[in-house]
């Protein structure tokens, strides 16, 4: 017991080298697929890539590629089997384990994600899944299965110098992500995570104002392209 509570408090109070960065943002046009890497005109999409952290505060996860967890819904009384509820998309605390791979079809940013669960909870179905982040801008996690507000990207700038890549963000100026360690649970395949949310307009804790939550850091997150 002492090893593992050891082992969350290192992982969760992880080293911070840096600030994330202050950047300009320029939000590019995403009504197609154009401004993403890797677009071809001819179908109209651009990918697949994952996307990765970049600039993070934490030391530890700097370069870390994207996976998710799903939410399980499951009544023995009622429910012939588990469902999925939704799932998001996350970052690991180790770097090796399988990614969730993204694209742009259409001009809609789509993860290969499950949409169901096998009779024993297992994830299966995977399909290409429109992604969009939670409508409560202080959860503004990027989520498939729910309702929510189409992501956006952009490109950043130090002074007039283009920084190299494309971000993720959203309310045409927010680029900054709060990522935080989780405990493995029934919907994250036995794995620690670190769940992500936007960062921007009202994303401050609702009771108590704080703009993180306690060992919440920051970063950039790019597609990996």
């Known amino acids: 017991m002492f090893t593992e509570l050891a082992l969350a408090s290192l992982l969760a109070v992880a080293p911070l080298a840096r600030a994330t960065p202050d950047v300009t943002v320029k939000v590019l046009p995403s009504e197609d697929c154009s401004s993403y890497p890797g677009y071809d005109a001819a179908s109209n999409t651009a990918g697949p ?3 990765q952290l970049v600039d993070s505060d934490n030391t530890a996860i700097e370069g870390f590629s994207d996976t998710s967890v799903y939410s399980v819904s499951y009544n023995p009384n009622t429910d012939p089997k588990p469902s999925l509820r939704w799932g998001s998309i996350t970052f690991p605390t ?4 399988a990614k969730n791979p993204l694209k742009c079809e259409g001009g809609v940013l789509k993860g290969l994600v499950p949409t169901d669960l096998t009779a024993a909870g297992a994830p299966t179905n995977y399909q290409w899944t429109p992604l969009v982040l939670s409508i409560y801008p202080y959860d503004a996690a990027l989520m498939w299965k729910v309702d929510g507000e189409a992501p956006q990207i952009f490109e950043h700038y130090i002074g007039d110098e283009k920084q190299d890549g494309v971000f993720l963000g959203s309310y045409n100026t927010s680029t900054t992500w709060g990522l935080k360690w989780e405990p493995a649970n029934v919907g994250s395949s036995g794995q620690d995570y670190y769940y992500a949310r ?10 108590s104002g704080a703009p993180l939550a306690a060992n919440e850091t920051t970063a950039f997150i790019k597609i990996s392209a």
């Open 49 to 51: 890539w994952t996307i």
């Open 198 to 207: 936007l960062l921007g307009p009202n994303s401050a804790d609702p009771v």
């Open 94 to 97: 180790r770097n090796d384990i």
